[in-house]
């Protein structure tokens, strides 16, 4: 079965440091790659989506890596802030195709402050 | 706009009882979607809709059915509720006229079966 592997599975972070999230997918013929953002007790909301048409795309203090070869992508978030301890979701699809994603196991991200 | 929401927003029912989880956009989206989330699991597709007229399963659609009953609304049905269905479920949809990929989701419905 088609998996997109994240990892870590939990993670904290001191107010002003860098996290990191990390991806793995298998279908090669995946071409979207979106990050989603879920705070506790609501849906989670698209935060930054990629194509494979570059390696790296940053909005704001959030920047995705792609690395098309070893088919695995990041998501960064510097100077982290207590405001963004969420969970946060990787995802992969192929655009158009119903739309369907394949979703990562999701990260739970702690900023202390 | 609403986006889209969900009825209702939390629901207890009890082993071989039935309900229908309610969802609507109104962003003009082609696809709608159904999903768990229970911890530790992510979230699992239960079933899509492309298009009006079509459904289709995802990952877990056993013990679940789905009316895509216009292009707005979207509903789920357990049919006789079981313990393992106990989680949070979510609604989304995506594919307006400009064809986007982003998934737009619902706020959820906690379900408890006891």
């Known amino acids: 079965q088609q998996q997109v592997k994240q990892s870590p599975q939990s993670l904290i972070v001191q107010k002003g440091g860098i996290s990191i999230i990390n991806c793995a997918y298998e279908?090669?013929?995946?071409?979207?790659f979106p990050w989603y953002q879920q705070f506790p007790g609501k849906g989670p909301a698209l935060l930054i989506a990629?194509?494979?048409d570059v390696s790296e795309k940053k909005e704001g203090r959030f920047t995705i890596s792609f690395n098309k070869s070893a088919k695995q992508f990041s998501l960064h978030i510097m100077d982290s802030q207590p405001g963004d301890s969420a969970t946060y979701f990787c995802a992969a699809g192929r655009a158009g195709n119903n739309r369907k994603l394949i979703w990562g196991l999701g990260t739970s991200l702690a900023v202390n402050p | 706009n609403a986006g889209v929401t969900q009825t209702p927003k939390f629901q207890v029912l009890k082993t071989g009882q039935s309900m229908t989880l309610q969802c609507a956009q109104d962003m003009n989206h082609n696809s709608m979607y159904w999903y768990r989330q229970d911890p530790g699991m992510g979230l699992r597709l239960i079933y899509y809709s492309a298009s009006e007229g079509t459904t289709d399963k995802g990952e877990v659609p056993n013990g679940y059915n789905v009316s895509r009953l216009n292009k707005r609304e979207f509903s789920l049905r357990l049919e006789s509720a079981a313990p393992s269905q106990t989680s949070v479920y979510f609604c989304?949809?995506?594919?307006?006229?400009?064809?986007?990929?982003?998934?737009?989701f619902g706020p959820g419905t906690r379900l408890t079966v006891l």
């Open positions: 990629i194509r494979p």
């Open positions: 279908n090669t013929a995946f071409d979207y």
């Open positions: 989304a949809s995506s594919g307006g006229l400009a064809g986007g990929d982003e998934q737009f």
